[in-house]
Structure formats: C-alpha cells, structure tokens
C-alpha cells in the first residue's frame, strides 16, 4: 500500500471538498499515451489506488509501462467503536489522495489500443469515481 515515510505532521485537518472547483494540475498526458482522468471530486484511499494499478499490471505484463499520477498523503484519523465523544482526535487509520474533476490518476503506454481502453475500463471499475480514458492526440 501507498503512504508517505515521513510526515511533518501526523494528523491532518479535513479541509472542504470544493464541488465546483476543477484540477488545475495533471490535467494533460505527461508520460502515456492513454490515461484515465477523474471527472468528480473523490477521496482515493491507497487500497484503491492499489487495487486498479494491480489491474493495470495484470494488462500490462511485460510490454508496457505504467505512470501514477496521484499520492495518498492526507492522513485520515477514525476513532474506535463504541468509544464516548471527546477525548481527542482518533488514531490514523489510513492515507487518502483527494482528486479533482480533470485529474490524470493513471497513464500507460507501450500497448495496442484496444487493450489499453480494456485495461482503463477495467482500473476505472476499481474506483468510486467516474472517469473518463482519453489519449494524447497525434500532432
């Protein structure tokens, strides 16, 4: 699972979830040729991350390469069951990546096409968002 070594510090505030707000960065294929692009405002925890970049490999094998382009960084903080109200903030329970409309999540290259649509649609059902896959277009 994805999370950082070192944090300055361990418990994050949960800040606001801007709903109309767009990505301003990774917007555009850096890497790839194809990618898959966030269209709504998602919390992406690192076992979902995970779990579409093990689809990705799986598609992939030897042939192609593969970019994320996000990283679970906000600590998110939980406290246990049945516990009363107060007493602090809770422990850290895992790490999310909060994504934007326009975001690039992943990129791959170095396969046909039609596999790498396949492979994007398969990733993409991994997820809790809807998104889109879009390609670098040929100048």
Do not use: C
Not at 67 to 96: A, C, H, L, N, Q
């Amino acid at each position: 699972m994805l999370q950082p070594r070192k944090v300055k510090h361990r418990k994050h505030q949960k800040g606001r979830r801007r709903e109309r707000k767009k990505e301003t960065r990774g917007t555009f294929l850096a890497f790839g040729s194809y990618g898959l692009q966030a269209l709504e405002n998602v919390w992406l925890t690192s076992n979902q991350i995970e779990a579409a970049r093990k689809v990705l490999v799986r598609h992939l094998r030897k042939g192609g390469k593969l970019w994320i382009r996000v990283f679970p960084d906000k600590p998110i903080t939980k406290k246990p069951s049945e516990v009363k109200m107060g007493g602090g903030k809770g422990d850290v329970v895992g790490y999310v990546a909060p994504v934007r409309p326009g975001r690039i999540i992943f990129e791959i290259d170095g396969i046909k096409r039609e596999e790498a649509f396949e492979a994007l649609r398969e990733a993409s059902s991994k997820l809790p968002t809807k998104t889109r896959i879009v390609e670098k277009t040929q100048i």
